[in-house]
């Protein structure tokens, strides 16, 4: 299974990776609506925090909502969730994301599209 994975040093906070998820997640170039984060450190440089596709939510989802796909990924089946967002609450990674003009939560889908705007290396697609 390919994941998004991460070398943070390598990032130089352009956020092209924030712009590109949010336009295949949602149509729209809105970091606020993108599943991955970059963030600046206090010290320098940039935290880079995206789903590594653990699985840990599955079980917490009261509907079976979230599921692993048959490619690895997991993934939230919309029709079924009833937007309780324990699954954000829950994600011990903060992958889980919450948005408020977005219908339920949103996470990660490993598309790769966040890696090819990615000009220095610091997201990649790779095996788990």
Known sequence: MKIVKTKPELCIGCRACETACSKVL???DNPEKSA???TEKNEGGF????CNQCGEC?????VKAIYRAKN??????KEKCVQCYACVGFCSYL????QEDVFGPFKCIACGACTREC???????DEA
């Open 36 to 38: 991955i984060k970059i």
């Open 72 to 77: 690895g990924t997991v993934m939230i089946n």
């Open 26 to 28: 949602f149509k729209e």
């Open 58 to 62: 599955i079980d917490i989802c009261p």
């Open 47 to 50: 935290d880079i925090n995206v």
């Open 119 to 125: 000009t220095t290396g610091a997201i990649f697609m």
């Open 95 to 98: 992958s889980m994301r919450y």
